[in-house]
């Protein structure tokens, strides 16, 4: 081994004795920046990653180590030094193994120097080191299986130029079967074949971030080949003009056992796919514990079945044998009850029926251009989960994100598969179990106590109900075996003790019928399970089918096996009708609702019966404009019940038609709002930290003004980053940036919260203002390059607030909104009455309205506020995708991380937003970008004058090369 080191760092000192080196890294540095900033546009790409860094290692590397290779032997042979060393008491193994680790050592350094890089991409944006270090790893070993093969081809030639294109070549051989060029022309299997035999491809796959043990060790049997191919082409050097003999038969039997056992070893390995390692921060190739508890509740098998074309489009070619091996994985962790299949449909013209006719799956349509022509492929790319009877499918645009860096140039990643599949799965599965026992996912004992006061106080309607919650507590006792009991309790009784209690505990308070009608009676339900407490909503039709509904809604709660439902509050609006040429009024949310959909069942509500759907799980409230009393009532006491309310409403409204128009608004809840210690200011925050956004611009040219849209910084477009979020039990996992168009900033009451939980989630730079103009127009020919005047308060400002705990209502100690609304319904039908004959008739057919009101809500209530109309619309959303260049949706992965962490159902929460392309950049002026590129050059010119100080000592300090090699090797002998 002394030896071998011996040689390594002479052949080491020898590269820095020459101009080699310097010429090396010099080339390798400044291709390597070229590559990053000027074919990768690293900052129009607005990713903070270093993917562009390694993305042409692969090709680049072929002509590096060639260069770096073709002079080892090849020099040795022209000089005649060769012989000299061959019969020299030192053995091939240890000259070979020293050059190669020579080479190694100079590539190490070379990558050493690009560390600036990553370095200063950490400074301005959040970037993961995993896959950074992952790829630095695949570097290496790609490096070291070039310079084997380098040292090979050199070693059969006296001539440096044919040594350096024999190297290119043989190494070029490696790099094309995984290559594009060739996958593109097959099928998925044989693809899939071609990718496993390709360096280029096997350091895809360890550049992501996942470190397979098979594709390190595919370079390791390289270099051990052509290692072994190097030694035995010295040993035949010194064999040359000799007879056959028994050593030379031995030692061509040796080097072929060799060589075979290297390359056997990978097939060996090839169906070993846990020896892998995701560096990932977010794990996001591997199976996460919440997907094992999901698969953890099956009963009944499940079919996971991918539907995948052998020719299919060659950007998602590459995908399909990483969705196979996640998808593998699923199986393994789902212990033997969940089935994986793989199926071309073109082969299985049965099956591509039934996903046709039973599961909607039809292939799509993909252009692809090649050389010669443009054609069509129609192809499937899709996946079907099936439990029972439930099934789920997911397509291409379900499973990717498109990064757009040019106008023909995209980069298609998977988005977030195991999430993607993971919450297919939930959905069948709680669909599943919906359909079955109700209380085959509920623990212990459920109560159900009505808190009512004797019948002859009751009106008639509810002493029918009271009669009636009997006879479903009985059906519920027999259908979960014994485990539900019911308890009837007087407030009233034991001198109003009860009542006090509920009232402290609940806000439970006497209701009446009629403003006018002096008497109070109690009726109200609760269901109590494991110490957790639901109030059971009265029905508004005082019917039995109604009120047992409401309390298996009030179960359905208990358990984590069924889906949640939100009840969503929009703006009314119209949808276009482009038939007639008429566009669309209002605001739209289908992308919010498409998010929400895919985990939860959305019902709409307009709030105008004073009540908020009895089977809502969460309410949310967007853009809310000019709610009335009875609207506010409904979400006053959806809150005093213990519920959890989104609200994303500011005092401005934006519309983007025409140009940028600001307009004052209400939202009815402004006063509501001030009860509850919270306060929307009316004014919009600006921020010198804000996002692009493509504004129509003026300009004067002689004597016309020129409209034009230009791309510019928009301070009203605030750029939250993790400095601005506050993230409490993973309420913000996933969300690495957030844009917030036209926000009020928002205050606190600290004196009425005093009591509750008050969490700052978002709030601007240090660098924002405020302003109430309701211009949002830039004037620059006024204010500059910044557009706008900034303002005097400069400072962080409140755009995202979670208030938790005990809220008192608006509405305590007032009669209910719906029993006055009730009264003037009444006055106008006994108007409408006295005309008729029959007015007993109908007296007793009139419909009596309930009044009770929440005084005070349990600790479990929450508001969460976010202050802009705007930020959760399509418009908006797509704006801001056409300037990222990609699928933004940060501002609804937000509110559905809401939703999860109200509801506890937190198993997707830390897997939602694990994107490819999550990890943006800070937002940087030209000038800064400009400093952080020229920057890195500087650093590298400064990495290569410290190697031409190197270069200058190793030229001094060189002793002669043979001669220590001698003296060693003479020593040994």
């Not at 390791?220 to 191919?229: D, E, I, P, Q, W």
């Not at 969490?759 to 830039?778: E, K």
Request: charged share 20%; hydrophobic share 40%.
């Amino acid at each position: 081994m002394k030896t071998v080191l011996r040689v390594a760092r002479k052949e080491f000192a020898g590269f820095f004795a020459t101009p080699v080196a310097f010429i090396f890294f010099g080339s390798f540095l400044l291709i390597t920046l070229f590559i990053v900033f000027w074919l990768e546009t690293f900052f129009a790409r607005n990713i903070a990653d270093i993917r562009p860094l390694f993305s042409w290692m692969p090709a680049l590397l072929i002509f590096l180590c060639a260069a770096l290779t073709m002079r080892m032997w090849a020099e040795e042979r022209r000089s005649g030094t060769l012989e000299f060393l061959l019969t020299a008491p030192v053995s091939p193994t240890s000259l070979v193994l020293g050059k190669f680790l020579a080479g190694l050592a100079l590539v190490a350094v070379a990558l050493l120097l690009t560390l600036p890089l990553p370095t200063t991409v950490s400074f301005i944006g959040p970037l993961d080191w995993g896959p950074v270090g992952a790829g630095y790893l695949a570097t290496f070993f790609l490096a070291a299986a070039y310079l084997a093969i380098g040292l090979f081809i050199s070693v059969r030639s006296d001539n440096q130029i044919i040594s350096l294109i024999g190297a290119v070549l043989a190494c070029a051989i490696f790099y094309l079967p995984g290559s594009h060029a060739l996958t593109s022309l097959v099928g998925n299997r044989a693809g899939e074949i071609l990718r496993l035999l390709g360096s280029g491809s096997r350091f895809e796959s360890i550049t992501r971030g996942v470190i397979d043990l098979r594709d390190l060790y595919f370079y390791f049997s390289v270099c051990a080949v052509f290692l072994t191919l190097n030694v035995y082409g010295l040993e035949r050097l010194r064999w040359a003009g000799n007879t056959n003999n028994r050593r030379h038969r031995l030692w061509n039997l040796l080097t072929l056992l060799l060589i075979a056992n290297f390359l056997a070893a990978n097939f060996w390995l090839a169906p070993i796919s846990s020896l892998r390692y995701d560096t990932t921060r977010n794990r996001i190739y591997s199976i996460s514990q919440a997907t094992r508890n999901y698969l953890h509740q099956l009963k009944e098998p499940l079919l996971i079945r991918g539907y995948f074309s052998a020719q299919t489009h060659p950007l998602l070619a590459p995908l399909v044998p990483r969705i196979r091996d996640l998808l593998k994985e699923y199986r393994i962790a789902g212990n033997g009850k969940v089935r994986v299949e793989f199926i071309d449909p073109a082969e299985h013209p049965d099956l591509e029926q039934v996903a046709g006719q039973k599961y909607g799956i039809r292939p799509v349509p993909f252009e692809t251009n090649s050389k010669y022509r443009s054609t069509v492929t129609n192809s499937y790319f899709n996946i079907l989960i099936k439990y029972g009877d439930q099934f789920q499918t997911l397509g291409f645009r379900d499973l990717i994100e498109v990064k757009a860096r040019g106008e023909n140039d995209l980069e298609v990643e998977l988005r977030n598969p195991e999430y993607d599949i993971t919450r297919a799965i939930k959905k069948v599965l709680y669909a599943y179990q919906g359909s079955g026992n109700l209380f085959s996912g509920i623990k212990g004992r459920v109560t159900i106590t009505c808190y009512c006061s004797p019948e002859n106080k009751l009106p008639r309607p509810l002493a029918g109900l009271k009669k009636d919650l009997t006879a479903i507590a009985d059906k519920l006792n027999k259908s979960s075996g014994g485990r539900v009991d019911l308890r009837m309790v007087d407030p009233e009784a034991d001198g109003g003790k009860v009542a006090a209690e509920i009232n402290k505990k609940f806000g439970f308070q006497p209701m009446m019928v009629s403003l006018l009608d002096p008497r109070t009676f109690y009726f109200y339900i609760t269901l109590e399970n494991n110490g957790r407490v639901i109030q059971v909503p009265l029905p508004g039709d005082f019917a039995e089918p109604s009120l047992n509904r409401d309390i298996n809604d009030g179960l359905k709660r208990f358990s984590r096996g069924f889906l949640k439902t939100i009840a969503l509050y929009t703006p009314p609006s119209t949808p276009p009708m482009p038939q007639y040429n008429i566009p669309g009024s209002g605001k739209s949310f289908r992308l919010l609702r498409k998010v929400l959909g895919e985990e939860y069942t959305i019902v709409d509500t307009d709030l105008k019966k004073g009540r908020v759907p009895a089977d809502a799980d969460f309410l949310m409230l967007i853009a809310p404009g000019n709610l009335d009393e009875k609207q506010v009532f409904a979400v006053d006491q959806f809150l005093m019940q213990g519920g959890s309310v989104a609200i994303a409403a500011a005092p401005f409204d934006v519309n983007l038609r025409g140009g940028l128009q600001a307009t004052a608004t209400k939202s009815g809840l402004a006063p509501w709002l001030a009860h509850m210690g919270i306060t929307t200011k009316k004014t919009m925050v600006l921020d010198e930290q804000n996002s692009a956004f493509p504004v129509p611009v003026e300009r004067q040219v002689g004597m016309f003004r020129v409209r034009e849209t230009r791309l510019i910084n928009y301070p009203y477009f605030l750029d939250i980053r993790p400095s601005g979020m506050r993230d409490i039990e993973g309420l913000l996992s996933g969300i690495r940036q957030l844009t917030i168009s036209w926000a009020s900033p928002i205050t606190v009451d600290q004196q009425k919260n005093t009591t509750r939980k008050v969490v700052q989630l978002l709030h601007s730079s240090p660098r924002s203002w405020t302003s109430d103009s309701l211009t949002i127009q830039p004037d620059f020919e006024r204010y500059g390059a910044a557009g706008f005047k900034t303002g005097d308060d400069l400072g962080a400002k409140t755009v995202g607030l979670l208030v938790e705990g005990t809220f008192n209502s608006w509405f305590a100690g007032k009669p209910s909104p719906l029993l006055a609304d009730a009264k003037r319904d009444k006055d106008k039908k006994d108007t409408k009455e006295k005309t008729r004959k029959d007015e007993n008739k109908a007296k007793k057919d009139e419909k009596i309205t309930i009044g009770r009101v929440l005084a005070h809500s349990p600790e479990s209530a929450r508001i969460f506020l976010f202050p802009s109309n705007t930020f959760l619309t399509d418009t908006a959303i797509g704006l801001l995708s056409s300037v990222l260049h990609t699928g933004y949706q940060a501002p609804v992965q937000l509110m559905a991380n809401v939703v999860d962490w109200s509801l506890e159902d937190r198993g997707l929460l830390a897997m939602r937003g694990r994107s490819q392309f999550a990890r943006t950049l800070l937002p940087l002026t030209g000038k800064e970008q400009v400093f952080w590129e020229y920057l890195n050059y500087g650093l590298a010119a400064a990495g290569l004058l410290l190697i031409w100080l190197l270069r200058l000592g190793a030229r001094r300090h060189a002793q002669t090369y043979y001669q220590s090699i001698l003296a060693h090797g003479r020593t040994e002998a």
